[in-house]
Nanobody, 125 residues
Framework: QVQLVESGGGLVQAGGSLRLSCAAS????????MGWFRQAPGKERDFVAG????????SYADSVKGRFTISRDNAKKMVWLQMKMLKPEDTALYYC??????????????????WGQGTQVTVSS
């Protein structure tokens, strides 16, 4: 069982930056691919970014490429999502997720086994 706790969300003006953090409890954290997803009110949960278990493979949604960066530190059991040039359409509840898979990170939420409770990001115009 992997417990994930997100932090770092908040209110920011358009063009600003935020860094989301995800802390994992599992000792075998390094065996998991990790992803960030987001869900805006009335919309489905969408893939944002993913990172492979070693950190060498990353993937991003087209809407955040060039603005968001995902990274991880297996020794610290942490994953981060650095978000820059934020837009009002980035407003959503952001979730960290873990996939027990030693491969490239999936863009499908159904592949992920464990989820955090989410952290709210609100971007004002």
């Amino acid at each position: 069982q992997v417990q994930l706790v997100e932090s770092g969300g908040g209110l920011v003006q358009a063009g600003g930056s935020l860094r989301l953090s995800c802390a994992a409890s599992e000792r075998s954290f390094s065996s998991y691919a990790m992803g960030w997803f987001r869900q805006a009110p009335g919309k489905e949960r969408d893939f944002v970014a993913g990172i492979g278990w070693r950190g060498g493979r990353t993937s991003y949604a087209d809407s955040v490429k060039g603005r968001f960066t995902i990274s991880r530190d297996n020794a610290k059991k942490m994953v981060w999502l650095q978000m820059k040039m934020l837009k009002p359409e980035d407003t959503a509840l952001y979730y960290c997720a873990a996939d027990n898979y030693l491969g490239s990170p999936s863009k499908s939420q159904y592949e992920y086994d464990y989820w955090g409770q989410g952290t709210q990001v609100t971007v004002s115009s």
